[in-house]
């Protein structure tokens, strides 16, 4: 029989890593019913907070510094698109028990499984240049802090997610992603030092700022392009099969049709309010970040091309603490989105080879996505060490990312809308509406993005 989550048989049958507790697990108390909702969320938690990664933030901060509010349209236009996205990947999980990647095998054969394996070695290679950008991050908030030079702590860093990501297991993984989440709530502290002009907000939002300029455009592709991003899709379906694994003590988890209707109903509402919980604190944060620049950076025409250029010129602006508070939230958002970058595009590719993938499986039972997890990471300090202009490292990802992100929302959609494999939990009117409109907006802003890198706007 198939294995259908991708984990393998020799994966399900290895003893897990070492928890670090060293002794017999003790018989934990049954949750209550806030307990259970708060143990349900997370995967889209998690891939909320990575989004709003150093690369992301800078792409934010430099909307707000060049267009002021003008591009706060932007936020509630990519709310409902991440909502749709990731809520699709949830329900495709929870109703077939499988990631993304195993997904995708099973549904796409001989020459579509060709184009889908390019695309998926692409994110890859995308995911290590982002990895790379982030990690180039890092060590320039730690040098803005005085912590010392950049390329050491770049260094340290990607050592130690390393570690942690091969010996930790998945639910302390899990747990120290949770607690990165709030570093973000930084930006929303920047906005108490900043003077926010709230009328001008409410005009940017109501699309009063829009521009028929090249620039401006660019710039809108690449807001969506690194709001809803391929990653988060293989991310949010690896993370909610692990905790299904989890729950089923490391067996393939009964799909939802073979639970009761009761439990069913209860996993969808929770990871439907997981989903929209991760989506409204992500774009609430890249409010946060474009307001925050506009207001400061803005108002003083202050251009800036990176996270740690932001933080640095908002400290004569807006003084020492918003300067700090920016720096530490890209410096944790970093931290917690150079894993998830290097796991998902690794996870994805070892599903689609029918591999053995999971955080909780030691290295020689899963070893094709341990070595793509491990190269990946590699890759991406090396590049953060000799130097590479993180611009130019964020350039090569965004037209990655670019290509790629219309097509796999295209995959989603086939996914999630096939009877076979979704059962009555595939797409309905409004997922379907929604979801294909989606996959035209991305597919238009690449196109555009790509264009407009070619013609170096």
Known sequence: MEDRTGTGTDARNAPEKNNGSGGTKRAKKEPGRIGRVLRVLGPGIVTGAADDDPSGIATYAQAGARFGMGLLWTVPL????????????????????????????????????VWV?????ALLVSN???????????????????AGPAPLWSLIIGVLIGVVVVRGSFSWIARIFKWLCLVLFAYVAV??????????????????????????????????GTTISPYMFFWQTEEREEML??????????????????????????????????????????FAIIVGSAATLGEHHKAVSSAAEAAQALKPIAGDYASILF????????????????????????????????????????????????????????????????????????????????PFVIMLMLVTGDRKLMG???NGPIARTLGWATAGIMCAAGAFGIFALATGA
């Open 327 to 406: 720096a530490l939230g890209f410096i944790g958002s970093g931290i917690l989105a150079v894993p998830v970058l290097a796991a998902s595009g690794a996870a994805g590719f070892a599903a689609l080879l029918d591999r053995p993938w999971s955080l909780d499986r030691p290295p020689h039972r899963a070893k094709t996505f341990y070595a793509l997890l491990l190269v990946g990471l590699l890759t991406a300090i090396v590049l953060a060490l000799v130097g590479v202009d993180p611009i130019s490292l964020l350039v090569i990802a965004a037209v990655i990312n670019a290509i790629a992100a219309g």
């Open 191 to 224: 906005l108490v030092v900043a003077h926010v002009d709230w009328a001008a907000v409410g005009a940017g939002i109501l699309g009063q700022g829009f521009r028929w300029e090249t620039g401006y455009l660019a710039l809108v592709a690449a807001v969506l």
């Open 128 to 146: 290590s240049v982002n990895a790379a950008a982030d990690l180039v991050a890092i060590g320039q908030g730690m040098q803005l802090m005085h």
């Open 245 to 286: 694994r989890s729950g089923s003590r490391g067996e393939d988890p009964p799909r939802l049709d073979d639970r009761k209707p009761t439990k069913a109903r209860r996993m969808l509402l929770l990871g439907r309010l997981d989903v929209i919980t991760g989506m409204v604190f992500s774009v609430g944060i890249m």
């Open 78 to 113: 990519t709310l409902p698109l991440m909502i749709v996205v990731q809520e699709a990947c949830e329900r495709m999980t929870l109703a077939t028990g499988d990631s993304f990647g195993s997904l995708i095998r099973q549904r796409f054969q001989h020459g579509a499984r």
């Open 117 to 121: 394996t390019v695309l998926l070695a």
């Open 424 to 426: 009555k939990e595939r």
